[in-house]
């Protein structure tokens, strides 16, 4: 009966020029949805429903300023994180359309800082995230770099001029790398003369009326109504705030009733016109022609038979969503400040409005389980005789090993059988023997070690999410008879 009620509850028809608003009765399914979050002790979120490009629901859930008592409403500002992608893309797009740059441009055309790779990577592919350049969050997380920590475009770029491999030869592979859409945002100052900052804001924000939305590009300007980011931390909370200097990939702050335009601009292309929303929209490709499940910054899917076009964001301690049903005019916002908000709460109202049954969905992760290398658990060995080889095994590994492209010194060293990985200013890592070169442990990381032709251990590889084959080199112990 409750979906039969919400169901027509959708798809009653307004008369034209009507004002729509969303009925008390879905309304109230979507408090008890976010009711965890509708608390003055506990972070929340901010709730926007959109039907033909109007905001029909706005609402803010829980605390926005724990410390300052400052309730979460529709236009409380979030870091939107990786939403803040389509403001990239639409940067990039409305420059090729103005003539000042091409979507198969070269990025060396224009960020001569990135290595040549031995082949080209095009601006649309970085687009696309087929270009196989590392992610650089992935990289600055295998070096012990915290994940809010301050960031500078210097470091950034140096971190990339760095690199010596790609994940994959460019456009044979569909991988999300934050990498191309920082670099994007380079692009953009390059080729207008402008930082991504003010080109979004006099190109795209101004255009719409999105007077509170804004790239931050200096972690230490001041955000008005700004909501803080909390993670969990026991029976309370800890700020989580992103420090990093680097946008293009991530760095607005929005409000829900912001992202209402900028979610209608689809239908009216106010910024872009119809040829910058096809551009937006258009499936990418890999170089075998196979059509990927995104475009430029919006991952394309679908729920129940309906096409959807979203993207969701992830930093410190904040949580967003943009969830358009095309085909039903209908749009969702889900902007939280908390990590602990569920990446499905989008899809959860989604399901409210369109009437449909709930349903699970995961998040994509690197599966390793049906490697050939893992046969499940790896557990150690029980008798004594095959403890000491597995011993001994470690032992041949332990020493110094240093990565040029991280710039990191480490050490590997064996402790209660298990391979022990050390950084500089960072936890441990713990490895367990898949086969006598090849590790894992509980992130499904893998490392992978490299002998020579002499099989004398040379060095090590290490693979995790969206990083492959980085490689570290054994450092030789200097002998002692020496100089």
């Not at 095309?326 to 409210?352: D, F, H, K, Y």
Request: aromatic residues 8%; neutral net charge; proline residues 5%.
């Amino acid at each position: 009966m409750l979906r039969r009620v919400v169901l027509a509850l959708v798809l009653v028809t307004v008369p034209a020029g009507a004002q729509m608003s969303m009925s008390d009765s879905a309304g109230r399914w979507v408090d008890s949805v976010l009711s965890p979050f509708a608390s003055r002790q506990s972070p929340g979120c901010a709730v926007g429903v959109t039907r033909s490009g109007s905001l029909v629901f706005a609402k803010g859930y829980g605390m926005a300023d724990l410390e300052h008592d400052t309730p979460i409403t529709p236009d409380t500002r979030f870091y939107v994180a990786s939403v803040s992608k389509q403001f990239t893309a639409m940067s990039i797009v409305l420059l090729a359309l103005d003539g000042r740059l091409s979507l198969d441009d070269s990025i060396r055309k224009w960020v001569p800082e990135v290595p040549s790779f031995g082949t080209v990577i095009t601006l649309r592919q970085l687009l696309n995230h087929t270009s196989g350049l590392r992610d650089y969050f992935t990289l600055l997380a295998v070096s012990g770099w915290p994940s809010d920590g301050p960031l500078t475009e210097k470091q950034f770029l140096m971190l990339v001029s760095r690199q010596k491999k790609l994940n994959f030869a460019p456009g044979d592979e569909f991988l999300y790398s934050n990498t191309g859409y920082a670099l994007l945002s380079i692009v953009v100052r390059r080729a207008s003369g402008q930082s991504l900052r003010d080109f979004a804001a006099e190109h795209i924000f101004k255009p719409l009326g999105m007077v509170h939305t804004e790239f931050r590009d200096d972690h230490t300007s001041l955000i008005p109504q700004r909501a803080l980011g909390y993670e969990p931390s026991g029976s309370t909370y800890r700020i989580s705030q992103p420090e990093t200097d680097v946008v293009g990939d991530g760095g607005v702050y929005s409000t829900v009733e912001d992202l209402a335009k900028w979610d209608a601009n689809f239908r009216t292309g106010r910024v872009g016109g119809k040829r910058a929303i096809a551009m937006l929209q258009e499936p990418g490709k890999l170089n075998d022609g196979q059509i990927i499940p995104y475009s430029l910054a919006m991952a394309i899917g679908d729920f129940h038979g309906l096409k959807t076009y979203s993207h969701s964001g992830a930093y410190g301690g904040y949580r967003s969503t943009l969830l358009r049903f095309p085909e039903r005019n209908l749009s969702v916002i889900t902007l939280c400040n908390t990590s602990s908000a569920s990446s499905m709460l989008a899809e959860q109202i989604g399901t409210i409005m369109l009437g449909f049954a709930a349903q699970q969905a995961s998040a994509t992760t690197l599966d390793l389980s049906s490697s050939p290398w893992i046969a499940g658990s790896p557990s150690a060995p029980a008798d004594s005789s095959a403890s000491r080889r597995r011993n001994d095994q470690l032992a041949q590994l332990s020493g110094s090993y240093y990565s040029d492209e991280l710039d990191l010194p480490v050490t590997l060293a064996p402790h209660d059988g298990y391979l022990v990985l050390q950084r500089p200013h960072a936890e441990e890592i713990h490895f367990v023997a898949l086969t006598t070169d090849l590790y894992t442990n509980s992130d499904k990381m893998l490392l992978r070690v490299v002998r020579d032709d002499n099989d004398v251990i040379t060095g090590f590889t290490l693979t995790i999410s969206r990083v492959r084959d980085l490689q570290f080199t054994r450092r030789m112990a200097r002998d002692p008879r020496g100089p």
